[in-house]
């Protein structure tokens, strides 16, 4: 999980500039797809750390 944390991170710039960004699961657990959708009602991520 430290490999999909640390790629989070790199994308949100360690910034809360983008509120509504989040993952969902992508076809491989490291490239997790980034959704900008805030109405987006599918499951997402939960990122932690
Ligand atoms: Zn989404």
Same mark, same amino acid.
């Given at each position: 999980? &430290?490999k =999909? %944390?640390s790629?989070?991170?790199r994308?949100l @710039?360690g &910034? /809360? %500039?983008? !509120?509504?960004?989040?993952f969902?699961? @992508?076809?491989? $657990? %490291?490239? !997790? $797809?980034?959704?900008? $959708? @805030?109405a987006?009602s #599918? !499951?997402? =991520? /939960?990122? #932690? @750390?």
């Open positions: 999980m &430290s =999909l %944390a790629a989070i991170k994308t @710039g &910034s /809360s %500039a983008e !509120p509504t960004v989040h969902h699961q @992508g076809t491989n $657990e %490291a490239f !997790p $797809e980034v959704c900008h $959708e @805030g987006c #599918r !499951p997402q =991520l /939960s990122v #932690r @750390g």
